[in-house]
């Protein structure tokens, strides 16, 4: 079992036009509205790939209430807690020149209340094949070290981790010993004090000390210059692949998508790097957070080249 967490979903509003002028007029081209959140983003990848998952977190207000109502049309399961005020809507620019200009709303407040029912809720869900995906920012009021809570909360009763986050959450979540982390190039950077573009040799080098950590898998994505991936003796590395790009935004929650549905499914290591490599090249050539077709995967999945590294 599956079970995504987004503490700080959205409505994502996506819009296009010809160029953005900043303290002018800008006629909008084309407008899309859908339900969002790194975890949500998650839960709607593995629907589309033939998976389930059962999507918490917390909604607020009509846009929380759209988000649960457009989930259950998707055929995903929601377990979220109901918070006052409203759920955020968050804003993608996309111009013809490719560039993507984001407005993100700051969401409601979490009381300590609201957060232990949450808490409640996960502690139910925990079992040895349950598979808890912990994606993104949290709201006002949640303490940065929740992640780390979390993970102690269900490896009490043998649950897994899949961590996706970044900067303080990420670092402090790492001591508690997720099982999967798909960091990026400039989130690793940023945890590693580098000042610049980190090579491939040090990307490597830092994910084989979060296995020797106990990590038990580390899929570090590089956006053009592909991903690599480090799971106790395994060590590979695989180009992009060559699509039609219309957003990367949705890339990285596609691969953790895929990688939950490749540990769900028991997938060799070979087949999981396949499907995370195609899921995360086919949601580039989506509009907004859209999935790729699981069709569009499976053809993604014979151009993957496989580059071992030890």
């Not at 996506?14 to 790194?38: P, S």
């Not at 139910?124 to 949640?142: H, R």
């Not at 102690?152 to 010993?177: I, Q, S, T």
């Not at 769900?264 to 907004?288: C, E, M, Y």
């Amino acid at each position: 079992m599956i079970v995504t967490v987004t503490m700080n979903p959205a409505i994502d509003k996506t819009i296009e036009i010809d160029r953005l002028v900043a303290g002018g007029l800008n006629r909008i081209r084309k407008v899309e509205y859908d339900a969002g959140g790194k975890g949500i983003n998650v839960s709607k990848t593995i629907r589309e790939l033939g998976g389930e998952s059962i999507a918490t977190g917390f909604i607020g207000g009509n846009a929380g209430n759209t988000i649960a109502t457009v989930l259950k049309e998707k055929g995903i399961a929601c377990d979220f807690v109901t918070v006052d005020g409203e759920t955020r809507t968050n804003t993608k620019v996309f111009e013809n020149s490719g560039a993507v200009t984001e407005l993100n709303e700051p969401g409601p407040t979490i009381t300590a209340a609201q957060m232990e029912q949450l808490l409640e809720k996960l502690s139910g869900y925990a079992k040895e094949d349950t598979l808890f995906i912990l994606a993104g920012s949290i709201p006002n009021g949640v303490d940065k070290e929740i992640y780390a809570k979390i993970i102690r909360l269900v490896h009490e009763k043998g649950a897994k981790v899949l961590l996706d986050a970044d900067g303080e959450l990420f670092r402090n979540a790492l001591p508690a010993g997720p099982d999967i982390i798909k960091p990026n190039r400039v989130e690793l950077e940023e945890y590693a004090g580098y000042d610049y573009r980190a090579t491939k040799e040090e990307l490597l080098k830092l994910a084989r000390k979060f296995v020797a950590q106990g990590i038990e898998t580390v899929a570090v994505s590089m956006g053009k210059s592909g991903a690599m991936f480090v799971r106790g003796g395994y060590e590979a590395e695989c180009p992009a692949l060559s699509v039609k790009a219309h957003s990367t935004v949705g890339a990285g929650d596609a691969m953790v998508a895929a990688l939950a549905y490749a540990w769900n499914n028991k997938l060799n290591d070979d087949d999981t790097v396949r499907l995370a490599i195609a899921t995360s090249a086919g949601a580039v050539t989506t509009i907004g957070t859209k999935p790729p077709t699981r069709a569009l995967v499976d053809e993604l999945m014979t151009q993957v080249v496989i580059e071992k590294l030890s």
